[in-house]
């Protein structure tokens, strides 16, 4: 067994960024130890969360959601003392970061909540950039590890500061996909060149770095994930969840979390988020500024021709029919629903049965947390999720089963 240095870094989840993380830390000059769920073949792949702690003072965890988190931070435990500094690198529920740094400072070692903002090949080029909340001093002694894999690091105060900076942002990002959705819909239908819609995006102000990768994604149907739709949906659901918190309603960001859910009820989560555009493409083939019919070009008027539409009816006004029953038939509606959602000891995890249990209790108010038992790992967030990012430590095991399960009665 290697003696443990100041030199030893351990990284905890081999997916999309994790492994590149890992790599760019061996290219500065640290002995990098790896533990991921599914074994890789791998130099320094120990064989347990435990062993990470036991030879490494520094540990970058790489995990997708809130179940995962708690869990890496119970297994080390035991091994973690004042010398470990562990840095969280997930987008989850606030409480769930400081509930995880609770449990690591009960040993007297650091902690800081450090999600970041970048895709594969930032991670690959190192020019990530890293949100971070916590004590100064910690940041101090981490700084080399975290400077290892980005461009910048920003300092946004307290554990659970920089997570809720991170889901705001990820809020600007999925709407922001959303509406280069609709608007290549628009320019397409109207047998216009996407190619020119592109140039004319390049100067306009609302251009963005996401925009200059999605764009072309779209346009070409190529949907290889750097950010899958089950994550940036986990993503939008905080948000919706935090703001409902606050009293706060986000048109823009429950609009797009339509249309992920529609991604997810189509099978598609584990590809990028960019298959919005598949709301109005099903398809999702590349486009062409003269694949558009005399016909489809024709302007529309509610109600006029309606059976002789070539795409389907967007999400957004579907879930809203969906969810507007008459009251002669809210009875029997509401049976329907509740036969959607599996029985407990018989988890239905087909992406449809997912997707529209999903959708319903994202709805529902006591998902928030109306009840005060906890099961493992929730601790003040009642998030358990079985999900795996295949950037983080684990394959998928049950998707979404359990993550957006009510605490009790469910």
């Not at 461009?151 to 920089?162: F, H, L, N, R």
């Not at 009293?247 to 992920?260: K, M, N, Q, S, V």
């Amino acid at each position: 067994m290697s003696i443990r240095t100041r030199k030893n870094v351990g990284v905890i989840g081999l997916g999309i960024i994790g492994q590149r993380v890992a790599d760019n830390l061996r290219q500065h000059g640290f002995h990098v130890f790896v533990w991921n769920r599914t074994p890789r073949p791998v130099p320094n792949f120990v064989g347990s969360v435990a062993e990470v702690a036991e030879l490494c003072d520094f540990i970058q965890i790489f995990v997708s959601d809130d179940e995962a988190l708690l869990e890496v931070a119970q297994r080390m435990t035991r091994d973690l003392t004042s010398h470990h500094v562990v840095m969280a690198h997930t987008t989850v529920s606030p409480d769930t970061m400081r509930a995880t740094a609770e449990i690591v400072k009960r040993r007297g070692a650091q902690f800081l909540d450090a999600p970041f903002t970048g895709s594969k090949k930032a991670a690959e080029n190192g020019q990530l950039v890293y949100y971070v909340g916590g004590e100064e001093a910690a940041l101090q002694q981490a700084r080399p590890i975290l400077e290892a894999s980005s461009k910048e690091i920003i300092q946004m105060g307290e554990v659970g500061d920089a997570t809720t900076i991170k889901v705001a942002t990820n809020m600007v990002t999925a709407a922001t996909v959303q509406g280069a959705a609709e608007a290549l819909a628009l320019v397409h239908k109207s047998g216009l060149s996407v190619e020119k819609f592109v140039a004319a995006m390049g100067h306009n102000g609302s251009n963005s770095a996401t925009l200059e990768m999605k764009l072309p994604m779209m346009i070409a149907g190529n949907f290889e994930p750097n950010f899958s739709v089950k994550h940036m949906l986990k993503d939008v659901v905080i948000a919706s969840r935090l703001g409902r918190t606050f009293g706060l309603e986000f048109g823009a960001t429950d609009a797009t979390r339509h249309g992920l859910v529609e991604e997810m009820r189509q099978g598609r989560g584990d590809d990028d988020y960019a298959s919005l555009f598949r709301q109005y493409f099903p398809a999702g083939h590349p486009l062409k500024s003269d694949g558009v019919s005399e016909e489809d070009k024709q302007p529309r008027l509610a109600g006029i021709d309606e059976e002789k539409r070539a795409e389907p009816e967007p999400v957004a006004a579907k879930v809203a029919a969906e969810n507007a029953p008459s009251p002669a038939s809210s009875s029997k509606v509401d049976a329907e629903k509740a036969s959607d959602v599996p029985a407990p000891s018989e988890p239905d995890d087909t992406p449809a049965t997912i997707a529209v249990s999903v959708e319903q209790k994202i709805e529902d108010a006591s998902i928030i947390g109306a009840s005060n038992e906890q099961p493992a790992f929730s601790l003040h967030t009642g998030l358990k999720s079985e999900t795996r990012e295949e950037a983080e430590i684990d394959a998928p095991r049950g998707l979404w089963e359990g993550f957006w399960r009510r605490r009790a009665g469910d």
